[in-house]
């Protein structure tokens, strides 16, 4: 699986030393065979997400990967600490993608659903605040 982030941009990011706080490799330096399994895991977190629906630009994706991959190779990493509120910022995008909050578009530019999704079109309502006037 292709993930959006390298290990080598990880540690470009993040730094040497931070890299290998998380992933300590035997005798010293960074596993960096864990950060490509960690970025692996947060692109199929990020996929999760978007369903295939949205695509986000390369730069973004790369960030957002490295920021979940982080979180998650800090496993003592309270809520509140920065992999915990950088972690909580992406997903929150992530989230305000789906709900179209963002300027982020689906894949089909149409508009029209993708992934079979049902259309249903009904009749206008009967009984609603418009039509029960006095009652």
């Known amino acids: 699986m292709t993930s959006y982030a390298t290990a080598a941009e990880m540690i470009a990011q993040i730094g ?14 960074v596993d960096t065979a864990a950060l490509d399994d960690a970025l692996a895991r947060a692109t199929e977190e990020i996929d999760g997400y978007l369903g295939g629906r949205y695509s986000l630009e390369a730069g973004l994706a790369r960030s957002l990967c490295i ?13 509140e600490s920065r992999e ?21 578009r689906p894949l089909d530019a149409g508009g029209a659903p993708t992934g079979g999704a049902a259309l249903v079109d009904m009749p206008p309502r009967l009984f609603g605040p418009g039509t029960l006037g006095g009652f």
């Open 67 to 79: 920021v979940i991959a982080r979180y998650r190779l800090a496993t003592h990493a309270p809520p």
């Open 84 to 104: 915990g509120r950088d972690y909580g910022d992406a997903v929150r995008y992530l989230r305000d993608v789906v709900a179209g909050k963002t300027g982020q």
């Open 16 to 29: 040497d030393h931070a890299a290998e706080d998380l992933a300590p490799a035997d005798g010293g330096g």
